[in-house]
C-alpha cells in the first residue's frame, strides 16, 4: 500500500517552528517527517548512522540534533536498542482518514512495532476514534504480556549514570539470604537485556548479536557494572550509530584501555570513542599507527663544560714569569 506521507502546509505556522527551531532544527524536522523509511503509524526503524549519511551530517551533529528534538523541543521518542523512532504529533497530522485500506495497513505495521510504549506515545495526538482504538488495543495487548512476565524482568528506569549496585528497599534476615537475592534479580535483569533477535536467520544479524555478546561479556567480567543495564545500552549503540569500519573491535579497544587506566565507567570510554571519531581513525591499524606516531622522540645532546680550545694553541707553563 502506498505510504500516505504528507507534511502539512501548516507545518511553518507551528510556533515551535517558526519561533524556537533553528534553520537546522527545521531542516532535520522534515527529514524526520519525509525520509523513506517513514511509516504510516508514525513509529519507524532507523540509526543515526544512517541519518548522518542521507543528511550529510556527522555523527555528532546528529547526536545534538537528536538530543534537541528528544529533551528540548519533545517532538520525537528514540529507543536506542530496537533503534525506533516515534514522531509525537503524526497522528494528528496524518491519521485523520479512515476506511479498510487505511486500517489494514496501520493493523499490519503496529503488528511489527517492538516498543509498545512508542504506541502509546503516538496514540495521544491520534483525534479519529476508530484509529486511536486501534492503537490503544495494541498497548492493552502489551501491557497484559507485562503483568505476566515475572517483576525482577525488567529494565532499569532510564538515568544519566546508574549505581553499579541495587539498592533494596526492603530489608531481608540474614546476609547470606540477601546476597543471593541481589544475585538472582542480577541474573533476571541480564536475561531482560539479551538482544531477542536470536530467530532471524540473516547472517548479518547473527554476527551482530555475536558482536553485542562479546562486549557484554567483557563489561560483565571487568568491572564496569553488571546491573548497569542503561550504561550497557548506550555503550552498544556505538554498533550502529559510529562512523567505525571496526565498531566491535574499537569499543572493546577502548574498554580495555579503560581498565588500564582504572577508570571503568561509560563516560570515559564515550570520550576516547568521540576522540578517535573526531581524529577519523576508523580501524584499529589506523589507531595503532596514530598512537605511534605521536610518541614523543628523545634527542641527545652533547654539550662541552667551557670553550672549544684552538687547534694552534701552546701551553706554555712560564708565560707571565719574570
Given at each position: 500500500m502506498e505510504k500516505f506521507r504528507k507534511v502539512r502546509i501548516d507545518f511553518w505556522k507551528n510556533p515551535i517552528v517558526s519561533e524556537e527551531m533553528s534553520p537546522e532544527d527545521k531542516y532535520f524536522y522534515l527529514y524526520l517527517l519525509t525520509n523513506p523509511n517513514t511509516t504510516q503509524i508514525g513509529i519507524y526503524q532507523i540509526?543515526?548512522?544512517?541519518?548522518?549519511?542521507?543528511?550529510?551530517?556527522?555523527?555528532?551533529?546528529?547526536?545534538?540534533?537528536?538530543?534537541?528534538?528528544?529533551?528540548?523541543?519533545?517532538?520525537?521518542?528514540?529507543?536506542p536498542e530496537t533503534r525506533e523512532l516515534a514522531i509525537k504529533?503524526?497522528?494528528?497530522?496524518?491519521l485523520d482518514k479512515g476506511g479498510k485500506p487505511m486500517m489494514d495497513c496501520i493493523y499490519s505495521e503496529l503488528k511489527d512495532v517492538e516498543d509498545s510504549s512508542l504506541i502509546q506515545y503516538i496514540s495521544e495526538s491520534i483525534q479519529r476514534q476508530e484509529i486511536r482504538s486501534l492503537y490503544e488495543s495494541f498497548c492493552k495487548q502489551a501491557a497484559n504480556e507485562v503483568c505476566d512476565r515475572d517483576e525482577n524482568d525488567t529494565y532499569l528506569d532510564e538515568c544519566e549514570d546508574l549505581d553499579d549496585t541495587l539498592t533494596y528497599r526492603y530489608t531481608i534476615s540474614g546476609q547470606e539470604e540477601e546476597e543471593e537475592e541481589e544475585k538472582e534479580k542480577e541474573k533476571q535483569q541480564q536475561k531482560a537485556f539479551t538482544p531477542n533477535r536470536m530467530n532471524n536467520p540473516d547472517s548479518e544479524c547473527h554476527q551482530k548479536t555475536a558482536d553485542v555478546k562479546e562486549i557484554i561479556e567483557f563489561w560483565d567480567n571487568n568491572g564496569f557494572g553488571f546491573s548497569n543495564v542503561n550504561a550497557k545500552q548506550q555503550l552498544l549503540s556505538w554498533l550502529d550509530d559510529s562512523s567505525f569500519l571496526q565498531p566491535k573491535e574499537l569499543i572493546l579497544k577502548a574498554m580495555n584501555i579503560a581498565c588500564a587506566?582504572?577508570?571503568?565507567?561509560l563516560n570515559y570510554i564515550v570520550g576516547i570513542l568521540k576522540n578517535w571519531e573526531n581524529e577519523s581513525l576508523l580501524t584499529v591499524e589506523e589507531i595503532d599507527s596514530y598512537q605511534e606516531n605521536q610518541k614523543p622522540v628523545v634527542k641527545t645532546r652533547q654539550s662541552t663544560a667551557g670553550r672549544d680550545i684552538p687547534s694552534r694553541f701552546e701551553l706554555d707553563l712560564t708565560r707571565g714569569e719574570e
Open positions: 540509526t543515526k548512522k544512517q541519518m548522518a549519511y542521507d543528511l550529510g551530517y556527522s555523527i555528532e551533529s546528529v547526536h545534538s540534533l537528536m538530543d534537541r528534538f528528544l529533551n528540548h523541543h519533545k517532538l520525537i521518542r528514540y529507543n504529533n503524526w497522528g494528528k497530522d496524518n587506566n582504572n577508570k571503568r565507567k
